[in-house]
């Protein structure tokens, strides 16, 4: 398929599928409501909390929104995006899925992914598809207010297929990452996605909080410089999802911690030893690194 | 002493002292060349780089440099800022301080205190006083090229006196804090600094050392966001001046590791064994301590 071809694929796709039905309006779900809606979608919305049901629709985030499941809605959703935690995720697939339409398509937000992907591909209709995706963007704060799509500017879109999806279906997903704005997309398996992100976000987190809980000296906070600002920013965190999202990735996180704790027990073993050689070239591998790395950012 | 009587001492103090020779012309000693310039004092500059002293020239941040330990430079000196490594500190008083006018004040920037500032006060001659100060600025960048002297302005400045320091020194080097347009100045015991310290800058820079050092796949760099960015943007590290940094604090450091390695075992323990409880304790801990510490910076 080459480029054009390609891109025509994609806005037939996407103009078939114009009712998008949004189940969770948090930051991400709000966030996603306000993209489609700019990009001409008709946008449906559900959330149990009604303020964040009139804050959407006073602010053109959705174009309708409902604080129950609505039989009449969830019957006109071309597509689904499933925005809320992943314990409620299965449940509300048992409990609702027979008002969906033939043929839709579903995806979600979640930040795990083994732990949810093969559950819904068992329990869904067969005449319905879930092609699971991680829009890699977030801030300190949560809720609908705080809806802004631009967070996906400079973000990593994560298409997660199993052997189970469609190649339609994965790129459907892939383009809704394209039109939503991401920087970067990427396919991964459930188990290759768990991984990385049980490093580059799950350990960073725990990091952040053990750093912040580590030292009871109030008096320390006075003398904080960039580098301590830095590395706790995420420490102020949304205690019910993250430790959900840990929980759910147990496995894969509890190694990379092993790992961590084993690397710096290594420096703190040298500083015992008084090793100057060997804190020398692990501060050339992390700056080498971590210079690479800014390369490949910009 | 009210608010216009230490104006008043502050300025005297300052006008008496005007010829400020510093050694050593990285990052840091530039950065102060530039700011003690532009405040009208005359500033003298050794470093043994030639081309260091040239784009000092050049570029208006010191008055007259030399690569070498200038004799007539050295008696000219109304104080002198130390801004080099730490052990070189040592040798480089034994070596030349017979030079020196009598009366002097000499400070430094080192980010160590216990392991330097007792020793240099033992050997210092009794007509001259060591008054030990540590600007909390940097960058990931070093050399004279990258001086910048708005680097101070959101900075924390500590003097770090001993029982041997006379309160006028002590006023004399806050006040140095003061005009370089630090935002925050106090005063601590060396003990109390490297204890500080050693939290808020040495623990975060092995952490992300470490962070960037434990995990060999390189691919997961084209998955980072904003928060495994924010964690090892420190990663960047010049290893002979922080290996020499760690080493000399090496006690105080060691068991900050150790406490933080406690607290990130909590979490993997907590992990193992499915309870969600214990994670959302630490996460609301660190969330409450975060938000407190943002009020504090704003």
Redesign the interface.
């Known amino acids: 398929m080459d480029k054009q071809e390609r891109a025509g694929k994609m806005s037939m796709e996407w103009i078939n599928r114009k009712n998008i039905l949004i189940v969770g309006l948090g930051l991400i779900g709000g966030s996603y409501g306000m993209a489609l809606k700019r990009l001409g979608y008709r946008v449906l919305a559900i959330d149990t909390d009604k303020d964040t049901i009139d804050y959407a629709m006073e602010n053109g985030i959705i174009d309708s929104g409902s604080t129950e499941v609505s039989e009449e809605m969830l019957g006109e959703a071309d597509a689904v995006i499933f925005a809320l935690y992943p314990h409620v995720f299965v449940e509300w697939i048992k409990n609702y899925q027979q008002y969906f339409k033939s043929g839709i398509r579903i995806t979600d937000v979640t930040g795990v992914k083994t732990a949810v992907v093969y559950e819904i591909q068992d329990i869904l209709r067969d005449d319905i598809e879930f092609i699971a995706s991680h829009p890699?963007?977030g801030k300190e704060t949560s809720g609908v207010r705080y809806s802004d799509d631009r967070i996906f500017r400079?973000?990593?879109f994560?298409v997660v297929p199993t052997e189970r999806n469609t190649p339609e279906a994965v790129e459907w997903c892939y383009n809704m990452g394209r039109i939503l704005g991401f920087r970067?997309i990427?396919v991964l398996s459930p188990e290759e996605h768990d991984k990385?992100?049980g490093?580059?976000?799950q350990?960073?987190?725990?990091?952040?909080?053990?750093?912040?809980?580590?030292?009871d000296?109030e008096n320390?906070?006075?003398?904080?410089?960039?580098?301590?600002?830095?590395?706790?920013?995420?420490?102020?965190?949304n205690?019910?999802m993250?430790?959900?999202l840990?929980?759910d990735n147990?496995e894969e996180?509890?190694g990379?911690?092993?790992?961590?704790?084993?690397?710096?027990?290594?420096?703190?073993d040298a500083?015992?030893r008084?090793d100057?050689e060997y804190?020398?070239s692990?501060?050339?591998?992390?700056?080498e690194?971590?210079?690479?790395?800014?390369k490949?950012?910009k």
Chains 1, 2 share one sequence.
């Open positions: 890699m963007a400079d973000a990593n994560i970067h990427s990385m992100i490093y580059v976000s350990l960073t987190h725990c990091i952040a909080v053990s750093l912040m809980t580590c030292n000296d320390l906070v006075h003398y904080t410089g960039d580098s301590f600002r830095d590395l706790t920013r995420i420490a102020r965190i205690e019910v993250w430790s959900e840990f929980l147990k996180l509890s990379h911690i092993e790992r961590f704790i084993e690397e710096l027990k290594g420096i703190r500083l015992d008084g100057a804190l020398k692990k501060m050339r591998l992390s700056t690194r971590r210079a690479k790395f800014d490949v950012r």
